[in-house]
Structures are given as C-alpha cells and as structure tokens.
C-alpha cells in the first residue's frame, strides 16, 4: 500500500514565524511532489511543485526534497493569518504516473 | 483563461436517488480525475479520464461511474446513494503529457445525502 504521510497538527504558529510542513511517502519511485492549501470548505489549491532534490523557493514559500530519505517539506516564511489552511502533500504513484497518492493534510493555524 | 468548473455547487438528495455531477477542465486540458473528500479527510482518488475512457480506478464501487465527452468535460455519477455517500466531490484536471501532471481543482460540489 503506497503512502503519504504527513502530521496531522494542528501546527500553531505565531504571526511572522516560519512555520514547518513535513511530508513522507512510501513509494521510492515517485518523481513529482506537490503541495497543495485548502482552506475550509473549498478545494484544494496548487502552492508548489516539487521535482528535484533541493529547495525550490517561490515568493514566501519554500519546498524541499530528499529522495533518498523519501521526505519533502514545505516552509512559509513570514506567516499570516491567512495562510491559516490545512496543507495536502501529493505524490505520483510510481506505478502509474498519472495517479497522485495524497497524505490527509497537516492543519496550520498563525496566530495573530 | 477560465478554470475548472463544476456543477452543481451544492446538492441534497435522499438515499437510494441517483446523482449526477459535472466537471469542465481547465483550457488546453484533457484529462479530468474524480475524488471524493469527506469531512477531516484527504482526497480520495475515484477514477480518471483520458480519451473518453476510464484509464485508472481508486477504491470505489460500481455504483460509482463517469464519462468523458469530446470536449473532455466529465460526468460523475452516483446510484443508490448511501448517507456515506455524503462529502465534497472535486474535479481536478491536467494535461496528459509529462510525468505527474499537475492537477488543477474546481470548486467542488458539496452533497449531501439525507
């Protein structure tokens, strides 16, 4: 069973800190990472795209991938109140590259 | 550039109906995948359509179908509904070439089985 795991939370953080989202996934053969914001009620909404080891950073938000520990982050700097989300790592199924595996969301809360 | 559509955005049916729900992709977008989310929950992967055809199936039963039109819209559609049945359905959509497409999501659907 391919898996995407990431800590529930709720990860509470105060306003302007840098807040941390970690994700894990089971498959070795994944290629393409995601990550995705949902605020309640709505859908799902595409923050990065992850391919490579390293970091790829874009405007206040940064991914990081280590294939070799199966491991991939998602750092926000400066949080606002409004990044308040609930955060989606996403993986493609190595098997089946047109299948994401998704993880069941890490909760942040930036507190004013 | 419109985005992904979906339609209704909200429904309410009883057990036993039948549901039917629709997706327009993303321009230059040929490929619609379904997931069901319930509340607290991620995504859950239903099925994915690529040149009218059923390409991959998650965990889902049969009552659980869909269709892909020319114009790569999609139907999903839902029979002998169940109170479980209840939860936000998303329409994601991408591109069929490259390796794990990004896909884009509507709005949703929230239904809502009594």
């Known amino acids: 069973q391919k898996e995407v795991e990431q800590n529930s939370g709720p990860l509470s953080v105060p306003e302007g800190a840098i807040a941390s989202l970690n994700c894990t996934y089971s498959?070795?053969?994944?290629?393409?990472f995601f990550w995705y914001r949902q605020y309640s009620g709505k859908s799902p909404e595409l923050i990065m795209s992850?391919?490579s080891n390293g970091d790829k950073e874009d405007g206040r938000f940064t991914a990081q991938l280590n294939k070799a520990s199966q491991y991939v982050s998602l750092l926000i700097r400066d949080s606002q109140p409004s990044d308040s989300a609930t955060y989606l790592c996403?993986?493609?199924?190595?098997?089946?590259?047109?299948?994401?595996?998704w993880g069941l969301g890490t909760s942040l809360a930036v507190n004013p | 550039d419109a985005g992904v559509t979906q339609s209704p955005t909200h429904l309410i049916k009883t057990r036993g109906q039948q549901v039917t729900l629709r997706c327009s992709p993303k321009?230059?977008?040929?490929?619609v995948s379904w997931y069901q989310q319930a509340l607290g929950q991620g995504p859950q992967f239903i099925f994915q359509?690529?040149?009218?055809?059923?390409?991959q199936r998650g965990n889902f039963p049969d009552r659980f179908s869909g269709h892909q039109f020319p114009n790569y819209s999609s139907e999903l559609n839902v029979n002998a509904l169940l109170l479980g049945d209840s939860a936000l359905y998303l329409c994601?959509?991408?591109?069929?070439?490259?390796?794990?497409?990004?896909?884009?999501f509507g709005p949703g659907t929230r239904l809502t089985v009594l």
């Open positions: 994601a959509s991408s591109t069929s070439g490259g390796v794990a497409d990004t896909q884009y």
């Open positions: 321009s230059g977008h040929d490929t």
């Open positions: 359509y690529y040149e009218e055809e059923e390409r």
């Open positions: 498959d070795r053969g994944s290629q393409s």
């Open positions: 992850i391919y």
């Open positions: 996403a993986v493609n199924d190595a098997g089946n590259n047109r299948k994401l595996i």
